[in-house]
C-alpha cells in the first residue's frame, strides 16, 4: 500500500497527536467538544497531526456534512500546519478535503523528526494483521477501482453501504476475540525495522491507550497508543524533547 514516499517532515518547535474522534455530524455536542477543544488546545500549537478516524465515516469529498469542522481547520491552517493519515473510518478522504481544509494528507506510514528523534507515525489499522477479515476488506475497499465506484453511488446508497457496515462492524467486534482486534506484534517488529528502528512509534485506532517498549538490538524503542475520545478528550504534545499524555 500507500507507503512513506514523503520527504522527512522535521519538527523543530513542538507538535500535537490526536486520533479515534470519530466525530458524527449529527451529534451536536461532539462537535462543540472538537471546537472547543481545537479553539482552546490545539490551536496554539505550530504542528497538529491528526492521526485518522477523525470523523466516525467520512463519505466522501463532495459531502455537505461536517461543514463547521471544515470552516474550523481552514481557519487554523492559517497559523498551524496541519498533517492528516487517514483512519478505517475516513479513509475516503481525498484531495479535495485537503484544499478546501489547507491541511497534508500523509501516507499510512510517515517518518519524522521530532528534535533530534526520528518518530513513526500511523493510524494503526495495519499493524492488527491478525484480523484477517478485516485487512481483505481494506485491500478491497482502498483499490482504485473500488474507491471510484463507491463515490459515484448517489449519497442515499453510500450511507445505506455505510450503515450496513458499521452495523456489521459492530457485530462482528462483539463477536471477534479480543486478542486479534489489537495489534500483531510481528507486524510492529517489521514497521520499526522497514524504518530503520527509530526510537518512536505513534498510533490509535485499537482504542488501548499505552505506552509499550521494546529492545530491538539493544536499542529501546517506544510504541505510543493514543487514546480514543470516547469518554473525555486527550491529545499527545512533544515539547522540549519530551512527551506527555494531555486531557482536554
Ligand atoms: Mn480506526
Known amino acids: 500500500h500507500n507507503r512513506g ?21 449529527s451529534s451536536k455536542k461532539d462537535i462543540a467538544y472538537f471546537v472547543s477543544f481545537i479553539n482552546n488546545y490545539a490551536k496554539n ?48 478522504i481525498g484531495k479535495k478535503f485537503a484544499k478546501k481544509t489547507n491541511i497534508t494528507i500523509l501516507p499510512d506510514h510517515q517518518l519524522i523528526k521530532l528534535g533530534k528523534e526520528k518518530a513513526i507515525i500511523l493510524h494503526g489499522d495495519t499493524l492488527c494483521t491478525d484480523d484477517k477479515k478485516y485487512q481483505r476488506f481494506r485491500k478491497f475497499s482502498r483499490s482504485w477501482i473500488s474507491k471510484k465506484g463507491f463515490l459515484l ?52 485506532h485499537t482504542h488501548r491507550p499505552k505506552i509499550h517498549t521494546y529492545n530491538i538490538n539493544g536499542l529501546e524503542s517506544k510504541r505510543v497508543v493514543l487514546s480514543d475520545w470516547h469518554e473525555s478528550g486527550s491529545f499527545l504534545l512533544w515539547d522540549k524533547g519530551k512527551l506527555k499524555n494531555m486531557k482536554v
Not at 56 to 79: C, E, H, M, R, Y
Not at 177 to 197: C, Y
Request: charged fraction near 25%; aromatic fraction near 16%.
Open 45 to 92: 500549537y505550530p504542528n497538529i497531526f491528526i492521526l485518522g478516524d477523525l470523523f466516525d465515516w467520512w463519505p466522501g469529498d463532495d459531502t455537505n456534512q461536517f461543514k463547521k469542522v471544515i470552516a474550523l481547520l481552514k481557519q487554523v491552517s492559517n497559523k498551524s500546519k496541519i498533517f492528516f493519515i487517514c483512519g478505517n473510518r475516513d479513509y475516503l
Open 5 to 25: 514516499s514523503f520527504r522527512l517532515i522535521h519538527i523543530k518547535d513542538s507538535a500535537i497527536f490526536f486520533s479515534d474522534i470519530h466525530l458524527d455530524d
Open 153 to 204: 453511488f448517489p449519497k442515499y446508497l453510500k450511507d445505506c453501504i455505510f450503515n450496513f457496515a458499521r452495523k456489521k462492524s459492530n457485530y462482528d467486534k462483539s463477536s471477534k476475540n479480543k486478542d486479534i482486534m489489537d495489534v500483531n506484534e510481528l507486524a510492529v517488529k517489521k514497521l520499526f525495522n522497514e524504518f530503520n528502528n527509530p526510537p518512536i512509534m505513534i498510533h490509535g
